[in-house]
């Protein structure tokens, strides 16, 4: 890809890659500093329903202002694909994490992990927004500190929308983090991100568990929603 995005952004290494966008790092020539950009795959770029998603990940994404959540700073559109400029977060996922250690965190570092997820989708449940799509690769680990980035809102749903963008029956997330009323196509609430959290404490904690850790990731992965958390804060 020759020229700078928006004039102003110039691609460098890709970052990762999905079945709908691309993510770079990127140099902001105007601020003068490293950012992140997803680029809507071409072949999505004439598909106005993906468009319209991509577009409503920027606009909720950018209501969030909190330190465990990537922060939007520009989106834009290059040669007919748009764009999101993110925060560039250094160092690899939570899923890497785990790939390199091939079993669980040691506890304190655990749940130091954890309380950063709660605390940054806390944040976005209270703003009414729910993620549908929290797996150990959506969460992002600066290398620098630690702090934890909650990414990817690709498919989050926020809490007044009364309209659909995928059709009845077609369901999408991350299979083995989905709570079930999303395999059901049900009414999605901030339970549903409870549930998932369930599901990465499991895998973060499988070998190190006081009975107040078994109680709590057993709640969060109860079958019916009203049986888990309310949201992240509980």
Do not use: W
């Not at 691609?11 to 990127?26: D, I, N, P, Q, S």
């Not at 994404?61 to 330190?67: E, N, V």
Request: proline content about 4%.
């Amino acid at each position: 890809m020759t020229g700078a995005i928006g004039g102003r952004y110039e691609l460098g290494e890709r970052l990762g890659h999905g079945g709908m966008a691309t993510v770079y790092r990127a140099h902001d020539g105007k601020l003068d500093r490293e950012v992140a950009i997803k680029l809507l795959a071409d072949n999505f770029a004439a598909d106005e329903e993906v468009r319209r998603r991509f577009s409503r990940e920027a606009r909720l994404a950018a209501k969030l202002d909190h330190p465990n959540v990537v922060q939007v700073f520009d989106v834009g559109e290059h040669n007919g694909r748009p764009y999101i400029v993110m925060e560039y977060v250094e160092g690899g996922t939570v899923g890497d994490r785990l790939n390199r250690r091939r079993r669980s965190l040691a506890t304190t570092e655990a749940l130091q992990l954890l309380s950063q997820l709660c605390n940054g989708l806390g944040h976005a449940h209270a703003k009414k927004l729910v993620h549908r799509d929290i797996k150990p690769h959506n969460l992002l680990l600066r290398e620098s500190d630690g702090c934890l980035k909650i990414t990817d809102f690709g498919i989050a749903r926020a809490g007044e929308e009364t309209t659909r963008l995928t059709h009845p029956g077609k369901v999408i997330g991350t299979d083995r983090y989905m709570a079930p009323e999303q395999r059901a196509d049900g009414k999605i609430t901030p339970a549903a991100d409870v549930y998932a959290c369930g599901v990465v404490a499991d895998e973060l904690l499988p070998d190190a568990r006081s009975p107040e850790l078994r109680e709590i990731i057993e709640r969060c992965l109860r079958p019916e929603p009203s049986d888990r958390f309310t949201d992240a804060r509980a």
